[in-house]
């Protein structure tokens, strides 16, 4: 079943978003999985990593088979690390 949001629906789950999760950020993970691992995942399906997970801010070209989708508010920036590797690396410390 597909759901139309207008723009003011939006803006309303947005706030509501960003009142829930304050600084709720976007990053993103390439991986490379194989067809068995990528059967298990269905849309929309929500993940908990309970260890250490780096992920990117740049979103740009991908040189992987997936790309994982990670909203989070508790990422640390390591980017000062990366020695001009460009990644735009952060790391979920909990």
Not at 9 to 20: G, I, V
Not at 55 to 77: E, F, K, P, Q, W
Request: proline fraction near 3%; charged fraction near 25%.
């Amino acid at each position: 079943m597909k759901i139309k949001v207008d723009s003011v629906m939006y803006e309303k789950f947005e706030d509501l978003a960003n009142d829930t999760f304050p600084g709720l950020t976007m990053y993103v993970r390439d991986v490379d999985l194989d067809p068995i691992c990528f059967a298990k995942y269905k849309p929309g399906i929500i993940l908990r990593e309970k260890a250490f997970t780096d992920a990117s801010n740049r979103v740009m070209g991908m040189m992987t088979t997936h790309r994982i989708a990670i909203l989070s508010n508790h990422m640390s920036d390591l980017r000062e690390f990366e020695h001009g590797t460009n990644w735009g690396l952060f790391v979920a410390n909990r």
